[in-house]
């Protein structure tokens, strides 16, 4: 569970062990761009490294591409247990999401960037590396945001791991601390597309520790054919019913 109350810096931190050297205690950790010197790899505060991830993996990977889970594994299947309209139409929507916030808040939304690092992908969960198309013992970008009212509290809360070593303009869309993923894809003119892997309910921590149920969606962005980003989005109750 997040605790939104608690500010974090954010910045992108080197690896553990660059080159293949163990890290220096004498140099100390390393610097965040942007931010004061924590420990490489470890997420600040309570976020946690591993991705919510719940998607079976003893199946084929074409088959969790193709939707063709069935059944309550099906996450469309779990959407449509949510009463709502507005929460079922958020939690089916490929690109809105932000859009369709905004209208459920009825003001423009922020994007606060909360932390930012590089840890190795088999660090951050089983299904990553095989959903990203990407070798265990490579490095990942970590990355946890949220999505706010103006000097109020956070919307969504969203967690991603995506792959390194992209395009310029695609490796600022993911790292922009001002810009959602969505829009800044789309005003790069990046053409992406989404593949919903799960959605359901999960914690909410708010203000004074006050746990309620929240809903949340998990899905893959793709760049062309190449798995780009897993992303995962918690919404904040108060606006997005999840009964």
Not at 10 to 23: E, L, N, T, Y
Not at 94 to 114: K, P
């Amino acid at each position: 569970m997040i605790k939104m109350s608690v500010p974090t810096p954010c910045g992108v931190f080197q690896p553990a062990h660059p080159a293949g050297r163990p890290a220096d205690p004498a140099r100390g950790p390393a610097r965040p761009v942007g931010g004061p010197p924590l420990p490489p790899s470890v997420p600040p505060r309570s976020f946690p490294l591993e991705f919510p991830l719940d998607v079976p993996l003893d199946v084929p990977l074409d088959a969790i591409f193709g939707a063709a889970l069935g059944g309550a594994a099906d996450p469309r299947t779990k959407i449509r247990r949510f009463a709502s309209p507005l929460t079922r139409m958020l939690l089916t929507s490929e690109g809105l999401t932000t859009t369709l916030l905004e209208a459920m808040a009825g003001e423009s939304l922020h994007l606060r960037c909360l932390a930012q690092l590089r840890a190795p992908a088999h660090a951050t969960g089983d299904g990553v590396p095989p959903l990203l198309r990407i070798d265990a013992g490579g490095d990942v970008l970590v990355r946890y945001s949220a999505t706010t009212r103006r000097g109020g509290p956070a919307l969504s809360v969203n967690h991603v791991v995506a792959r390194l070593g992209l395009a310029p303009g695609i490796q600022a869309c993911l790292t922009s601390t001002s810009i959602p993923l969505g829009p800044a894809l789309h005003a790069a003119g990046t053409g992406h597309r989404r593949t919903l892997l799960d959605a359901g309910r999960r914690a909410w921590r708010g203000e004074g520790g006050v746990t309620r149920p929240a809903c949340y969606k998990t899905y893959l962005v793709w760049h062309g054919d190449e798995p780009l980003a897993l992303i995962d989005e918690l919404f904040n109750p108060g606006t997005v019913p999840a009964g």
